[in-house]
């Protein structure tokens, strides 16, 4: 039986299909243009259509699919697509898999930490609800459609994930190049935390997800250790052997510089705790920044 991913050529989907390819497992990506072989199935949530045979008899569905939050300014256009790419995208999988004779037994579906809004300096875990904010509510949006699954008796796991370290790309993609000219800076107060999980720790935390029916409901994929940005930019420089700009960039020059992004996305506090994956044993790979991040650069 396979595993059904969208999302599948994205940072996180082209690392997970990977993964599961290693184990053996099969996996058929769900794709947007014409498909290539067995190993691919059509989708268009634009269009609202699905290739519900390819989800026939599936073992579990990784549904990753969305239009990225920091790549590109929100224009008022573009909030709407990513409000239409993940709500409407979500809710066109879901009431395929509703309408399957054999539907999967899991479902896997993203969100982010930015479900919870700016929480300050206190832990928070998978008990806190909902913050305010655009973020907040497209997350509590982007959940509900997936966890209309359950009513199909497909057990469903939002994974509300931090930032997520690779060189290859997402938020520390982005930053690699200032950072590497000696030009990294704390980015408002500096004293907001960042949650943060290495890419590694991201897929097997997902595989573990998958095969641990015990685990549903919103999960946080962060390492059990966030810091604050000044930390996270003081580690950042160390490890590439480089200053950092000491004088912290004020909130108002992040806003001039990528709109209301900055205000949304950089300077909210998430000082997140990971407690149902450690609550179920998994282990974490990389608990120390430092650490993850000599091993992801």
């Known amino acids: 039986?396979?595993?059904?991913?969208?999302?599948?050529?994205?940072?996180?989907?082209?690392?997970?299909?990977?993964?599961?390819?290693?184990?053996?497992?099969?996996v058929v990506r769900l794709v947007r243009r014409q498909p290539e072989g067995p190993?691919?199935?059509?989708?268009?949530?634009?269009?609202?259509?699905?290739?519900?045979?390819?989800?026939?008899?599936a073992e579990g569905v990784v549904h990753l699919a969305?239009?990225?939050?920091?790549?590109?300014?929100?224009?008022?256009?573009?909030?709407?697509?990513?409000?239409?790419?993940?709500?409407?995208?979500?809710?066109?999988?879901?009431?395929?898999l509703r309408a399957l004779d054999a539907p999967p037994a899991v479902l896997l579906s993203a969100s982010g930490v930015d479900f919870y809004g700016d929480t300050g300096s206190r832990e928070i875990d998978e008990g806190q609800g909902r913050g305010r904010?655009?973020?907040?509510?497209?997350?509590?949006?982007?959940?509900?459609?997936?966890?209309?699954?359950?009513?199909?008796?497909?057990r469903v796991a939002r994974l509300r994930t931090a930032m997520v370290l690779s060189r290859h790309g997402g938020a520390l993609g982005r930053m690699l190049p200032?950072?590497?000219?000696?030009?990294?800076?704390?980015?408002?107060?500096?004293?907001?935390?960042?949650?943060?999980?290495?890419?590694?720790?991201?897929v097997a935390a997902a595989l573990h997800i998958l095969k641990n029916q015990e685990i549903s409901g919103p999960v946080n994929l962060g390492s059990p250790s966030?810091?604050?940005?000044?930390?996270?930019?003081?580690?950042?420089?160390?490890?590439?052997?480089?200053?950092?700009?000491?004088?912290?960039?004020?909130?108002?020059?992040?806003?001039?510089?990528?709109?209301?992004?900055?205000?949304?996305g950089?300077?909210?506090?998430?000082?997140m705790i990971p407690r149902k994956l450690l609550d179920s044993g998994y282990g974490f790979t990389h608990t120390r920044l430092d650490e993850a991040l000599r091993a992801v650069l």
């Open 39 to 57: 190993g691919e199935a059509f989708w268009d949530p634009a269009a609202g259509a699905i290739d519900r045979a390819a989800l026939e008899g």
């Open 178 to 202: 200032i950072f590497r000219i000696g030009l990294g800076a704390p980015l408002g107060t500096g004293r907001q935390y960042w949650s943060w999980i290495s890419q590694d720790d991201w």
């Open 66 to 96: 969305g239009a990225s939050v920091g790549d590109r300014r929100w224009t008022a256009a573009y909030k709407t697509e990513l409000v239409r790419s993940r709500v409407e995208g979500t809710r066109l999988l879901v009431d395929a």
């Open 226 to 264: 966030p810091v604050t940005n000044e930390e996270f930019t003081r580690t950042l420089g160390k490890c590439l052997r480089k200053g950092t700009v000491p004088m912290p960039v004020p909130a108002f020059a992040l806003s001039m510089g990528v709109g209301e992004f900055a205000r949304a």
């Open 1 to 26: 039986m396979a595993i059904i991913v969208t999302g599948a050529s994205g940072l996180l989907g082209t690392a997970l299909v990977g993964a599961l390819l290693d184990e053996g497992r099969e």
């Open 133 to 154: 904010g655009f973020l907040a509510e497209l997350c509590e949006r982007w959940e509900r459609e997936a966890e209309r699954a359950g009513e199909a008796g497909i």
């Open 266 to 271: 950089l300077l909210p506090s998430h000082r």
